[in-house]
Nanobody, 127 residues
Framework: QVQLQESGPGLVKPSQTLSLTCSVSGDSITFITRYWSWIRQPPGKELEWIGYINYSGSTYSNPSLKSRTSIFRDTSKNQFTLQLSSVTPEDTAVYYC???????????????????WGQGTQVTVSS
């Protein structure tokens, strides 16, 4: 059974860096054809794809967030991490990690493209 679990602070101050980690069990983040994404849903808005790290460690980010996004992994812990810098209240959202077996090709999230999701973690940006 594949499980993903997000962890990180629920409150971040404006201009700081948001850091979330996704711990994966039941699968290896280095297994071929695995893409590990970060996705968020601001209140009252649609799901927004942030970026992914794949089985070889390559990353790709949403162009609208690319300048502030860093995704990296710790293969010894089977974890991958999102860092989003210079946050503002507009970054307040529920953040999810998710797995797909195909490379995400759109910033528009179709939930069916991802076969496993974490339960989501609320991050609020506020002073």
């Amino acid at each position: 059974q594949v499980q993903l679990q997000e962890s990180g602070p629920g409150l971040v101050k404006p201009s700081q860096t948001l850091s979330l980690t996704c711990s994966v069990s039941g699968d290896s983040i280095t297994f071929i054809t695995r893409y590990w994404s970060w996705i968020r849903q601001p209140p009252g808005k649609e799901l927004e794809w942030i970026g992914y790290i794949n089985y070889s460690g390559s990353t790709y980010s949403n162009p609208s967030l690319k300048s502030r996004t860093s995704i990296f992994r710790d293969t010894s812990k089977n974890q991958f991490t999102l860092q989003l810098s210079s946050v503002t209240p507009e970054d307040t959202a529920v953040y999810y990690c998710a797995r797909s077996k195909k490379r995400p090709t759109s910033t528009v999230v179709a939930a069916s493209d991802y076969d496993y999701w974490g339960q989501g973690t609320q991050v609020t940006v506020s002073s």
